[in-house]
């Protein structure tokens, strides 16, 4: 505490030396000059210290000491100091009292009731309070020795809080707005500015005054901290643990050589030197292993802290080959640093805790598990200090492991999930069936924007979707006996560990990853010993657990997958999928064990992980988690791989040199698809409307791929508070509106075209005129709908075809055939589609007008004759409840003739049928039955085109978008009572197939004509492979 050394204590006592002497002043000043209770004004200061009154408004002329509100005589003043930051300030009251209702001192008519008075005594009242140091600098040739300064102490009376640890039976908000008005009016007395020590010698060293390291006396105060920056130093401590944990076991796994090493990345947890002082001549060669402990902080205040670093064990090697014995081992040290605390704001919303590490400096409280006397122990801790002071603080610094919190209020708020969720239905989130005016508007804006990009199938795939899966699934396991639905709800591995299980929940990346969260709701387990199975050790129960894991999102072969999942294989034939003798490509989230060998696939992933009620911040909590980790990953993945529940979807695509169906894939692709890039990092905090889904691209008629990738345009799925959207399917307007539905149509315009035909020779003048369709005249020749542009009420298109022809007849003057004949044969029909879907039903609107003009204008009669035809109806595609599309006709097929005549009577008898004519050439009824088979087919029951497990789909909500493409959503699919079996998957299509479902023979039948019985491989020879989406879990 001398020159040279910490004068913290000096400045304390050269304080409070100063305060008791203007205590002291301030008694002499009342004894002389005390008039009641109203000092005079050139004096009242000179009091402050000693004694004080307040009184209301109207009390200013009390003549009782009773009557003021506030009455208090001091003892002598005393400072204390917490750190370099703040102090204490310590006012006893050694008589006095204070008045119950201060929140009326203020009123104009107030006057202090002496029975609200609570009588002091003894009480010593302790204010916690900044400070700071002031210097004014001078230079004086009466002082001399150069330039001095004068060094100040200015306490903050305004942030002065109340600590006393007394209890204060009745009135503490009372005593405490008294002590505030106390201390005010000590500041305008000008009592909180104090001389520190004075310097004023020539030997140039400034005097070092370091309050956080003298050792403190504070007495009845509350001087610990719980907070700094508000926030709690537990909360500070587990992030610490946390970051602790997670470099101990990147350790592990880079002393197994899984990963590369990294010395920033594990410094945390421990360090390997590669340079060690000299300690002694003994040392000169030696190296060293620190094994650290999870570090600590104290609170002194706002602005600094202890940092408390533990060394569980500190190994000396006399080389650098660290797999021999150590040369000497010494553990259980602690030592102790005062750093700084930076408050650092980045931007708006983003706030960072960081320690300055440049500021921190050793304290007295370092422990070592030693002897003092064991004199190369002492050298050892006297360079390892150094070694900590000089290169592991700044070490730690560039690896920003001295950033203990971050917060980022820009962020959403992480969604919660529940550990257990209800086995009832309420549970379940439900699945919207119709468009209500919420999901309308959300749709609104996709239809305005989506597109396809020459692809000509896209299906997107909500996360929500594969979560509730793995939900149902979960539910089911609560009751079912049988192994590869019971391990998702509990799980063990020999006498090693047992759990039960929440539900799997995952996160699309846009590296074309997936994190996937195991919940371990409870359970046991044994930890491991170097790695390997320990019978020995202890059982170690946990609960409500989330381990993380980052796994491939892979589209791979059906036969990989058969080879790998050998009891999903089983299930796989026996399903609807399987026994339509097909196999199909599927994408698939696999997480792979390599056992020993090769490090596995699934990246576990520490910092989205969570482990409720475990200690993070020693070794046992790292020998449980690594254990956690090992039999999850090595272990229960490879048992989930086994029983195919890594599949996610399968889709049918078709081989070359196959007939398939209308919507039959050819060729696909797959990308994880969002408007922001989502990785490990950012993937907790993005909300469900913009959170990645999974795309699936596909190309029909063995056309190739536009591209690799399907550019962004707009969210695919509606995901609304009130339920979920398993996905959308979108279908481009070539392949549907254009190659199917205007294609089936255009016959129709054929079959109703009328054209007139005319005989090759006349008979006596008389015009030979007779009337066909264009279907039986131009076979060849198609009728082509064209769109009507500009159309505000929905989507039109229109045929209209006019044949005119007219015949000049000039025989002899007499001839009463002399005259011009003129035909006019007119078809226009109408498909319009409305801008939006009401309640999952799109109406379908066809309508057709056919009319035959014939007349005659000769130099003795005019006549003409007009016959029209007209037909309307509405093929309506409705959302039936779980089971598939429906479709339905209304209005009327059948034509409605009408006839009207000029001169009927001068009309020449052979066209005075020509009504008769017109109804011989036109259908009876208009045929829709192609158009109703084909959507049946291609959109009825279940949706043939991608499977969630071995589940189905079925479509719901249709529409068309601005591009004309045609959208459906996606849901599961439940057969009906009502409803047949579905058709084969990807049956090819008949034009004399009927437009009801076929029986289960007669679909066996035809499944047996395309392809053949897979062996128990799950191989077949079919035209048609399985893709299948899957995580690679093992």
Same mark, same amino acid.
């Given at each position: 505490?001398?020159?040279?050394?910490?004068?913290?204590?000096?400045?304390?006592?050269?304080?409070?030396?100063?305060?008791?002497?203007?205590?002291?002043?301030?008694?002499?000043?009342?004894?002389?000059?005390?008039?009641?209770?109203?000092?005079?004004? $050139?004096?009242?200061?000179?009091?402050?210290?000693? /004694? &004080?009154?307040?009184?209301?408004?109207?009390?200013?002329?009390?003549?009782?000491?009773?009557?003021?509100?506030?009455?208090?005589?001091?003892?002598?003043?005393?400072?204390?100091?917490?750190?370099?930051?703040?102090?204490?300030?310590?006012?006893?009251?050694?008589?006095?009292?204070?008045?119950?209702?201060?929140?009326?001192?203020?009123?104009?008519?107030?006057?202090?009731?002496?029975?609200?008075?609570?009588?002091?005594?003894?009480?010593?009242?302790?204010?916690?309070?900044?400070?700071?140091?002031?210097?004014?600098?001078?230079?004086?040739?009466?002082?001399?020795?150069?330039?001095?300064?004068?060094?100040?102490?200015?306490?903050?009376?305004?942030?002065?809080?109340?600590?006393?640890?007394?209890?204060?039976?009745?009135?503490?908000?009372?005593?405490?707005?008294?002590?505030?008005?106390?201390?005010?009016?000590?500041?305008?007395a000008g009592h909180h500015v104090l001389f520190s020590l004075p310097d004023f010698d020539d030997n140039r060293l400034a005097l070092k005054i370091d309050y956080s390291l003298d050792s403190h006396n504070v007495r009845n105060a509350e001087s610990e901290v719980s907070e700094v920056w508000g926030i709690s130093i537990a909360e500070i401590n587990e992030s610490l643990a946390s970051k602790w944990l997670k470099a101990a076991i990147l350790a592990e796994d880079m002393e197994r050589g899984l990963i590369e090493m990294d010395h920033k990345a594990i410094?945390?947890?421990?360090?390997?030197?590669?340079?060690?002082?000299?300690?002694? /001549?003994?040392?000169?060669?030696?190296?060293?292993?620190?094994?650290?402990g999870a570090p600590k902080v104290k609170a002194l205040c706002n602005k600094e802290v202890f940092l408390c670093f533990k060394i569980d064990e500190f190994l000396l090697y006399d080389g650098e080959d660290f797999t021999v014995p150590a040369k000497h081992t010494y553990s259980d040290w602690e030592i102790v640093f005062v750093v700084d605390i930076v408050h650092q704001k980045e931007e708006e919303g983003v706030v960072n805790l960081k320690l300055d590490m440049t500021s921190a400096y050793q304290c007295n409280l370092t422990q070592c598990g030693f002897?003092?006397?064991?004199?190369?122990?002492?050298?050892?801790?006297?360079?390892?200090?150094?070694?900590?002071?000089?290169? &592991?603080?700044?070490?730690?610094?560039?690896?920003?492991?001295?950033?203990?919190?971050?917060?980022?209020?820009?962020?959403?708020? =992480?969604?919660?999930?529940?550990?257990?969720?209800?086995?009832?239905?309420?549970?379940?989130?439900?699945?919207?069936?119709?468009?209500?005016?919420?999901?309308?508007?959300?749709?609104?804006?996709?239809?305005?924007?989506?597109?396809?990009?020459?692809?000509?199938?896209?299906?997107?795939?909500?996360?929500?979707?594969?979560?509730?899966?793995?939900?149902?699934?979960?539910?089911?396991?609560?009751?079912?006996?049988?192994?590869?639905?019971?391990?998702? $709800?509990?799980?063990?591995?020999?006498?090693?560990?047992?759990?039960?299980?929440?539900?799997?929940?995952?996160?699309?990346?846009?590296?074309?990853?997936?994190?996937?969260?195991?919940?371990?709701?409870?359970?046991?387990?044994?930890?491991?010993?170097?790695?390997?199975?320990?019978?020995?050790?202890?059982?170690?129960?946990?609960?409500?657990? $989330?381990?993380?894991?980052?796994?491939?999102?892979?589209?791979?072969?059906?036969?990989?997958?058969?080879?790998?999942?050998?009891?999903?294989?089983? $299930?796989?034939?026996?399903?609807?999928?399987?026994?339509?003798?097909?196999?199909?490509?599927?994408?698939?989230?696999?997480?792979?064990?390599?056992?020993?060998?090769?490090?596995?696939?699934?990246?576990?992933?520490?910092?989205?992980?969570?482990?409720?009620?475990?200690?993070?911040?020693?070794?046992?909590?790292?020998?449980?988690?690594?254990?956690?980790?090992?039999?999850?990953?090595?272990?229960?993945?490879?048992?989930?791989?086994?029983?195919?529940?890594?599949?996610?979807?399968?889709?049918?695509?078709?081989?070359?040199?196959?007939?398939?169906?209308?919507?039959?894939?050819?060729?696909?692709? &797959?990308?994880?698809?969002?408007?922001?890039?989502?990785?490990?990092?950012?993937?907790?905090?993005?909300?469900?409307?913009?959170?990645?889904?999974?795309?699936?691209?596909?190309?029909?008629?063995?056309?190739?791929?536009?591209?690799?990738?399907?550019? &962004?345009?707009?969210?695919?799925?509606?995901?609304?508070?009130?339920?979920?959207?398993?996905?959308?399917?979108?279908?481009?307007?070539?392949?549907?509106?254009?190659?199917?539905?205007?294609?089936?149509?255009?016959?129709?315009?054929?079959?109703?075209?009328?054209?007139?035909?005319?005989?090759?020779?006349?008979?006596?003048?008389?015009?030979?005129?007779?009337?066909?369709?264009?279907?039986?005249?131009?076979?060849?020749?198609?009728?082509?709908?064209?769109?009507?542009?500009?159309?505000?009420?929905?989507?039109?298109?229109?045929?209209?075809?006019?044949?005119?022809?007219?015949?000049?007849?000039?025989?002899?003057?007499?001839?009463?055939?002399?005259?011009?004949?003129?035909?006019?044969?007119?078809?226009?029909?109408?498909?319009?589609?409305?801008?939006?879907?009401?309640?999952?039903?799109?109406?379908?609107?066809?309508?057709?007008?056919?009319?035959?003009?014939?007349?005659?204008?000769?130099?003795?009669?005019?006549?003409?004759?007009?016959?029209?035809?007209?037909?309307?109806?509405?093929?309506?595609?409705?959302?039936?409840?779980?089971?598939?599309?429906?479709?339905?006709?209304?209005?009327?097929?059948?034509?409605?003739?009408?006839?009207?005549?000029?001169?009927?009577?001068?009309?020449?008898?052979?066209?005075?049928?020509?009504?008769?004519?017109?109804?011989?050439?036109?259908?009876?009824?208009?045929? =829709?039955?192609?158009?109703?088979?084909?959507?049946?087919?291609?959109?009825?029951?279940?949706?043939?085109?991608?499977?969630?497990?071995?589940?189905?789909?079925?479509?719901?909500?249709?529409?068309?978008?601005?591009?004309?493409?045609?959208?459906?959503?996606?849901?599961?699919?439940?057969?009906?009572?009502?409803?047949?079996?579905?058709?084969?998957?990807?049956?090819?299509?008949?034009?004399?197939?009927?437009?009801?479902?076929?029986?289960?023979?007669?679909?066996?039948?035809?499944?047996?004509?395309?392809?053949?019985?897979?062996?128990?491989?799950?191989?077949?020879?079919?035209?048609?492979?399985?893709?299948?989406?899957?995580?690679?879990?093992?």
């Amino acid at each position: 505490m001398c020159l040279g050394q910490n004068s913290a204590h000096h400045a304390v006592q050269y304080l409070n030396a100063q305060l008791s002497v203007l205590w002291e002043n301030a008694l002499e000043c009342i004894a002389h000059n005390s008039h009641g209770l109203k000092p005079l004004e $050139r004096v009242r200061y000179d009091f402050a210290l000693a /004694e &004080y009154h307040f009184g209301a408004q109207q009390s200013s002329d009390v003549a009782q000491q009773d009557d003021v509100m506030f009455r208090a005589v001091f003892d002598k003043p005393r400072l204390e100091f917490v750190c370099n930051h703040e102090a204490i300030l310590y006012l006893k009251i050694k008589e006095g009292h204070f008045n119950r209702e201060f929140t009326k001192s203020e009123e104009p008519a107030f006057w202090p009731s002496r029975d609200q008075n609570v009588e002091v005594k003894d009480l010593e009242l302790a204010f916690r309070m900044d400070f700071s140091v002031s210097g004014i600098r001078g230079h004086s040739t009466k002082i001399g020795n150069g330039v001095h300064v004068i060094q100040l102490m200015v306490l903050d009376f305004s942030t002065a809080n109340l600590v006393s640890k007394v209890d204060i039976a009745e009135g503490r908000d009372s005593l405490k707005y008294y002590s505030t008005k106390y201390l005010e009016f000590l500041h305008q007395a000008g009592h909180h500015v104090l001389f520190s020590l004075p310097d004023f010698d020539d030997n140039r060293l400034a005097l070092k005054i370091d309050y956080s390291l003298d050792s403190h006396n504070v007495r009845n105060a509350e001087s610990e901290v719980s907070e700094v920056w508000g926030i709690s130093i537990a909360e500070i401590n587990e992030s610490l643990a946390s970051k602790w944990l997670k470099a101990a076991i990147l350790a592990e796994d880079m002393e197994r050589g899984l990963i590369e090493m990294d010395h920033k990345a594990i410094c945390l947890a421990e360090y390997r030197s590669i340079w060690v002082e000299k300690a002694g /001549e003994s040392a000169s060669d030696v190296q060293f292993h620190i094994k650290c402990g999870a570090p600590k902080v104290k609170a002194l205040c706002n602005k600094e802290v202890f940092l408390c670093f533990k060394i569980d064990e500190f190994l000396l090697y006399d080389g650098e080959d660290f797999t021999v014995p150590a040369k000497h081992t010494y553990s259980d040290w602690e030592i102790v640093f005062v750093v700084d605390i930076v408050h650092q704001k980045e931007e708006e919303g983003v706030v960072n805790l960081k320690l300055d590490m440049t500021s921190a400096y050793q304290c007295n409280l370092t422990q070592c598990g030693f002897e003092l006397s064991e004199e190369a122990g002492v050298n050892y801790k006297t360079h390892l200090l150094k070694f900590i002071q000089d290169h &592991y603080l700044t070490l730690l610094e560039s690896s920003s492991f001295n950033v203990f919190y971050h917060i980022d209020t820009r962020l959403p708020a =992480l969604p919660v999930t529940p550990s257990r969720p209800s086995t009832g239905s309420s549970d379940t989130e439900s699945i919207n069936t119709h468009v209500d005016d919420k999901r309308r508007s959300a749709w609104k804006g996709i239809i305005e924007r989506s597109d396809m990009h020459g692809f000509d199938f896209v299906q997107a795939i909500s996360p929500a979707s594969i979560t509730e899966h793995f939900k149902t699934l979960w539910k089911n396991a609560h009751t079912s006996t049988d192994d590869h639905i019971k391990c998702l $709800r509990e799980w063990s591995y020999d006498e090693y560990f047992k759990a039960t299980f929440g539900v799997l929940s995952l996160r699309l990346l846009s590296n074309g990853k997936a994190v996937v969260w195991v919940q371990l709701e409870e359970g046991h387990l044994k930890t491991l010993r170097n790695w390997l199975l320990w019978s020995e050790a202890k059982e170690r129960h946990f609960k409500n657990w $989330r381990l993380a894991f980052e796994v491939d999102l892979k589209m791979v072969d059906h036969d990989e997958v058969a080879s790998s999942s050998e009891s999903w294989l089983m $299930r796989f034939l026996d399903s609807l999928l399987g026994k339509k003798h097909y196999v199909v490509p599927t994408f698939i989230c696999e997480q792979t064990t390599h056992a020993k060998v090769t490090p596995p696939d699934a990246e576990f992933l520490y910092d989205l992980s969570s482990f409720e009620g475990l200690m993070l911040g020693g070794r046992s909590a790292l020998g449980r988690v690594k254990s956690a980790v090992h039999y999850i990953r090595e272990h229960y993945f490879h048992h989930l791989t086994y029983h195919g529940h890594h599949i996610l979807h399968s889709i049918p695509v078709w081989k070359a040199d196959s007939r398939p169906p209308a919507m039959g894939l050819t060729d696909v692709t &797959y990308q994880v698809y969002s408007k922001h890039i989502q990785n490990r990092y950012n993937c907790r905090h993005t909300s469900k409307s913009s959170e990645a889904i999974i795309v699936v691209l596909g190309m029909i008629n063995f056309q190739p791929l536009p591209s690799e990738r399907l550019a &962004y345009s707009t969210e695919w799925i509606v995901k609304n508070r009130g339920g979920f959207s398993p996905g959308t399917v979108c279908l481009s307007k070539k392949i549907f509106l254009e190659d199917r539905l205007l294609a089936i149509l255009s016959k129709v315009n054929a079959e109703t075209t009328i054209v007139p035909v005319f005989p090759d020779a006349e008979e006596d003048g008389e015009w030979q005129m007779e009337l066909t369709t264009w279907g039986k005249r131009r076979k060849n020749r198609v009728c082509k709908w064209e769109q009507v542009k500009d159309c505000e009420s929905g989507m039109d298109f229109k045929w209209d075809h006019t044949d005119k022809w007219s015949h000049e007849h000039q025989g002899s003057v007499d001839d009463k055939n002399n005259g011009t004949y003129t035909v006019a044969c007119q078809t226009k029909n109408v498909l319009h589609f409305p801008p939006t879907s009401k309640h999952g039903l799109l109406d379908i609107a066809v309508s057709g007008e056919v009319s035959v003009i014939l007349a005659f204008k000769g130099t003795t009669k005019t006549w003409s004759t007009k016959t029209s035809g007209v037909w309307a109806a509405t093929l309506s595609m409705s959302s039936s409840h779980s089971s598939g599309m429906t479709f339905s006709v209304t209005g009327d097929l059948h034509p409605k003739y009408e006839t009207t005549h000029v001169h009927q009577e001068s009309i020449h008898p052979k066209y005075k049928g020509l009504r008769s004519m017109l109804e011989a050439q036109l259908p009876h009824q208009v045929d =829709l039955r192609e158009l109703s088979t084909e959507l049946r087919q291609s959109f009825g029951g279940v949706w043939e085109h991608c499977f969630p497990g071995l589940q189905a789909y079925s479509l719901c909500n249709p529409v068309f978008n601005h591009n004309s493409d045609l959208r459906f959503e996606l849901r599961p699919y439940t057969p009906s009572s009502a409803t047949l079996s579905p058709p084969p998957i990807g049956r090819p299509r008949s034009s004399t197939r009927s437009v009801s479902r076929s029986s289960d023979a007669s679909i066996a039948s035809d499944a047996s004509a395309t392809s053949s019985t897979p062996s128990k491989s799950g191989k077949s020879k079919t035209c048609m492979s399985f893709t299948s989406f899957s995580l690679r879990l093992g």
